[in-house]
Nanobody, 122 residues
Framework: QVQLVESGGGLVQAGGSLRLSCAAS????????MGWYRQAPGQQRELVAS????????RYADSVKGRFTISRDNAKNTVYLQMNSLKPEDTAVYYC???????????????WGQGTQVTVSS
């Protein structure tokens, strides 16, 4: 059984910063990719940022490049999202996602956190 738990969301003014955290726990053999998605009401869920195990291979949505930074602490099975220069359009529920294998032989599966609300006021 695998669980992802996010924290760090909140309400901030435009230009402010937040740091989101996501910790994975449970029967984990290995974690390949961890990342963050977000979804605003009435909109599709979109990838914000992702990182491989090494942390040297990262992806960012064009809308957040230069403002957000993803990082990982593999010893803690945790991924972070540092969000700076926040804009009202960043307002959404942010979901942690991880590609996790629970066995040496089994294919990895995607797991999702419960989501954390980020609200940016103008």
């Amino acid at each position: 059984q695998v669980q992802l738990v996010e924290s760090g969301g909140g309400l901030v003014q435009a230009g402010g910063s937040l740091r989101l955290s996501c910790a994975a726990s449970g029967s984990i053999f290995s974690i390949n990719v961890m990342g963050w998605y977000r979804q605003a009401p009435g909109q599709q869920r979109e990838l914000v940022a992702s990182a491989t195990t090494s942390g040297t291979s990262t992806r960012y949505a064009d809308s957040v490049k230069g403002r957000f930074t993803i990082s990982r602490d593999n010893a803690k099975n945790t991924v972070y999202l540092q969000m700076n220069s926040l804009k009202p359009e960043d307002t959404a529920v942010y979901y942690c996602n991880a590609l996790i294998s629970t066995s040496r032989r089994l294919q990895a599966n995607n797991y999702w956190g419960q989501g954390t609300q980020v609200t940016v006021s103008s």
